[in-house]
């Protein structure tokens, strides 16, 4: 067994291992080892998925429209937000691209704070879970750059003048090929070096010291999820806004 195994991996391994390597099985994968397959960040993540399903579930049967909820109030306000700061970054018809930032950004800070939990740790310290994040994001902004603008969307990637073509499309690409490792990396190593000195800083002292660096984890978690949606905001913007 790993030895940094979380309590509620350990179940998982103990009573769902054989799912997860038929899951494996499937894609042609094999466990490092079949009695243990799960793994901490893949638990944390799906525990974080199951939370969120309840939360929307709890908001969808008690909302309404006179007399809204603390939770539903929460809710809208991030969507007010988060529709707000999509518009000042300059994209048209925001609403339409608020459901994936709301998304991004929920899944995001819940995973980033799960660390505070005790017993539990951040599914986002694991660069792999960052990485699959950034990869939906690419694929994201470039679909809509297609739907937007359409075969034209690839102009962008000449330059804004065709003699400098050759020089700007690998320019262009490396650029646009480098965003996703970018949020990978930014992501992954805030919240990995953020936990670690808050479980550095809750082994050492007690009470009032690890209240403030709880605090702090709690200011760096939503940071973070800002940051990697307003990035993504700012890689829409750019694919999908049409030239003059």
Same mark, same amino acid.
């Given at each position: ?8 991996? *350990? ?8 799912? *997860?390597?038929?899951?494996? $099985? ?50 809208? @306000?991030?969507? @007010?937000?988060?529709?707000?700061? *999509? ?21 995001? &800070? ?8 005790? @017993? ?7 660069? $792999? ?18 739907? $937007? ?26 650029? @646009? ?21 808050? &479980? ?21 978690? &939503? &940071? ?16 999908? $806004?049409?030239?003059?």
């Amino acid at each position: 067994m790993h030895e940094h195994e979380l309590w509620l991996t *350990a179940l998982f391994n103990q009573y769902l291992a054989g799912l *997860a390597n038929s899951i494996l $099985a499937i894609f042609g994968m094999k466990a490092e080892n079949p009695a243990h397959p799960w793994q901490n960040w893949i638990v944390m993540e799906l525990l974080v998925f199951l939370v969120l399903i309840v939360l929307v579930a709890m908001v969808r049967s008690s909302f309404s429209v006179d007399k809204p909820g603390k939770l539903q109030h929460l809710f809208e @306000t991030v969507y @007010t937000f988060l529709k707000t700061t *999509a518009g000042e970054v300059g994209i048209h018809d925001e609403a339409k691209y608020v459901n994936y930032f709301g998304t991004v950004f929920v899944f995001i &800070l819940f995973m980033n704070l799960l660390g505070i939990i005790p @017993t539990f740790e951040s599914p986002t310290m694991n660069a $792999a879970v960052p990485a699959g994040l950034a990869i939906c994001t690419f694929a994201y902004f470039n679909g809509t750059g297609f739907r $937007a603008n359409g075969v034209g969307y690839l102009k962008h990637f000449v330059g804004p003048v065709v003699l400098l073509a050759p020089l700007m499309i690998p320019i262009e690409l490396m650029g @646009t090929l480098a965003r996703p490792l970018s949020l990978t990396i930014r992501l992954y190593a805030n919240m990995f070096a953020g936990e670690q000195v808050t &479980l550095a800083f809750l082994g050492l002292t007690y009470l009032v010291i690890p209240v403030i660096f709880m605090a702090l984890h709690v200011f760096v978690s &939503l &940071l973070q999820a800002y940051i990697f949606t307003l990035l993504t905001m700012i890689y829409v913007s750019g694919a999908t $806004a049409h030239e003059h």
